[in-house]
C-alpha cells in the first residue's frame, strides 16, 4: 500500500505570492489533516477534512484555506505569502478520524524569500 | 484549550542507557494521547497511542508510555536506546470529541556512542 504522498517537496516563493500544495492519502483513507510545523511554534494544526467537508480548523488566517476532493486528495492554498509562512507542511491521512492511527507524509519545505 | 508540554527540549544519552522523555497535558474530561517519532528529513510516525484501557502502553521497538491521570503525564521510556533511536519524539494530546491533535514542542533524543 502506497504510503501519503505530498507535492511537491520543496518550493521556493516570494513575498506576495500564493501556492497550492497536494496531498494524496492512504487508498481508503477518508480524513485529511495538514499541519505546519516551524522552529519556533512546532507542530500547529491547520486544517482537517473528511469527505469533502472541512471538520475542523486551527487558527490560522484566512489566507490559509484548503479543499478535498471526492476521491480524497486534499489541496491546501496560502495566498499573500508572507515570510513568516517559511515552514515545513505535512498532511497526515487516517481512516475516519484523528483517533486512529494519523499516517504522515514526508512534507513540503516552503521557503518564502 | 487543551496544551501540550514536553520538558525538556533536548535529551543527550549513551548508548544501551535508559532514557525517558516527559510529556504533561492540560486536564481534561477525556484524552487520548499518542507519542510520535520525526527522523530527520522525514514526517511522522506513530509510535504508540494511549485511547483506553492499560495505562501501560507498548511499542515495538521497546518504547514504552504510562498514562498517568492524576499527574496528567504520559512520559516516554526505554530501558536500553540504540544509535538508531536518535530522532525528535513529539507528544499529542486528542481531546475525546475534537478530530485537532494538539503537539507538543518535541524532544530531540541524541544517542551517542
Known amino acids: 500500500k502506497a504510503g501519503v504522498t505530498q507535492t511537491p517537496r520543496y518550493l521556493i516563493k516570494t513575498r506576495g505570492q500564493q501556492v497550492t500544495l497536494s496531498c494524496s492519502p492512504i487508498?481508503?483513507?477518508?480524513?485529511v489533516s495538514w499541519y505546519q510545523q516551524t522552529p519556533g511554534q512546532g507542530l500547529q494544526f491547520l486544517f482537517e477534512y473528511f469527505s469533502e467537508t472541512q471538520r475542523n480548523k486551527g487558527n490560522f488566517p484566512g489566507r490559509f484555506s484548503g479543499r478535498q476532493f471526492s476521491n480524497s486528495r486534499s489541496e491546501m492554498n496560502v495566498s499573500t505569502l508572507e515570510l513568516g509562512d517559511s515552514a515545513l507542511y505535512l498532511c497526515a491521512s487516517s481512516l475516519e478520524a484523528a483517533i486512529y492511527e494519523q499516517y504522515f507524509g514526508p512534507g513540503t519545505r516552503l521557503t518564502v524569500t | 484549550a487543551q496544551s501540550v508540554t514536553q520538558l525538556d527540549s533536548q535529551v543527550p544519552v549513551f548508548e544501551e542507557a535508559p532514557v525517558e522523555l516527559r510529556c504533561n497535558y492540560s486536564?481534561?474530561?477525556?484524552?487520548?494521547l499518542f507519542w510520535y517519532v520525526q527522523y530527520p528529513n522525514q514526517g511522522l510516525q506513530l509510535l504508540l497511542k494511549?485511547?483506553?484501557?492499560?495505562?501501560l502502553v507498548e511499542s515495538i521497538n521497546g518504547f514504552e508510555a504510562e498514562f498517568n491521570k492524576s499527574q496528567t503525564s504520559f512520559h516516554l521510556r526505554k530501558p536500553s536506546v540504540h544509535i538508531s533511536d536518535t530522532a525528535e519524539y513529539f507528544c499529542a494530546v486528542l481531546e475525546g470529541g475534537s478530530e485537532k491533535l494538539v503537539f507538543g514542542k518535541g524532544t530531540k533524543l541524541t544517542v551517542n556512542p
Open positions: 494511549y485511547l483506553s484501557g492499560s495505562t
Open positions: 486536564s481534561s474530561v477525556s484524552v487520548y
Open positions: 487508498s481508503g483513507h477518508r480524513s
